[in-house]
């Protein structure tokens, strides 16, 4: 199994230009998320699914849209990039279990580092 | 709301001395409390979560509830522990929604 895959690697943009970071994984996993890792900062929920067709925001969703077509897929998309957006992004995803007496750990891919000019 | 709070951004220690690395969190409610590990070049991966209550690589973490805190303890540091570590909540109707604190460098000396 591959995981939590996440692509591309590196990315550099420019401000006002879009762009889809894409994230997939192949664990049948229901949950998936966003976060941006900044500096003194962690790691902040952009949006998050429960399951596809589902899809939530998190702390700070501003400036980012995600849709959730398939279990596999969770695509985030910038649709104008801004500098305060340069951060490194991690797709995360685990079994969903709502009532359950424990939650089930994030599998986290290895991030994409985006630089807005 | 939430909070997970990390005061030490940076700690350094040497090769066998003990580490501590500090959380504290506010929440009235029953949360999950869980360490994430991220060493150079590799993915964050769970270090260890409150309820198993199990020693991972000589790390262990006890959740008090009268201090809010999860402080992650090792008697004695290796050098392959440096690595940046961060302290996560799970609030109990989150499901797996994690508050994240903003992280701790620790640098173990040879």
């Known amino acids: 199994n591959a995981g939590v895959t996440q692509t591309p690697k590196f990315q550099v943009l420019k401000t006002g230009q879009s762009m889809t970071l894409q994230c997939a994984q192949d664990?049948?996993?229901?949950?998936m998320s966003w976060y941006r890792q900044d500096p003194g900062m962690g790691l902040r929920l952009i949006h998050y699914?429960?399951?596809?067709?589902?899809?939530d925001q998190g702390e700070v969703p501003n400036g980012y849209n995600v849709s959730r077509s398939t279990t596999e897929d969770f695509p985030l998309r910038l649709l104008s990039a801004a500098p305060s957006q340069t951060s490194v992004y991690f797709c995360?995803?685990?079994?969903?279990?709502?009532?359950?007496?424990?939650?089930?750990?994030?599998?986290f891919g290895n991030g994409t580092r985006l630089t807005v000019t | 709301a939430q909070r997970v709070t990390q005061p030490e951004k940076l700690l350094s220690v040497f090769k066998g001395a003990p580490v501590e690395l500090k959380c504290n969190y506010s929440?009235?409610?029953?949360?999950?409390l869980f360490w994430y590990v991220q060493y150079s070049r590799q993915r964050l991966q769970l270090l260890l979560r409150h309820i198993s209550r199990e020693s991972i690589k000589g790390f262990t973490a006890d959740l008090n509830k009268g201090e809010t805190s999860f402080h992650l303890k090792k008697p004695f540091a290796q050098e392959e522990d440096s690595a940046m570590y961060y302290c996560?909540?799970?609030?109990?109707?989150?499901?797996?929604?994690?508050?994240f604190g903003e992280g701790t460098q620790l640098t173990v000396n040879p």
């Open positions: 664990m049948n996993h229901e949950y």
């Open positions: 929440y009235s409610g029953s949360p999950e």
């Open positions: 995360a995803s685990s079994y969903n279990t709502p009532g359950a007496s424990y939650n089930s750990p994030l599998h």
């Open positions: 699914s429960v399951g596809a067709g589902i899809t």
């Open positions: 996560a909540l799970s609030r109990e109707t989150s499901g797996s929604r994690l508050t």
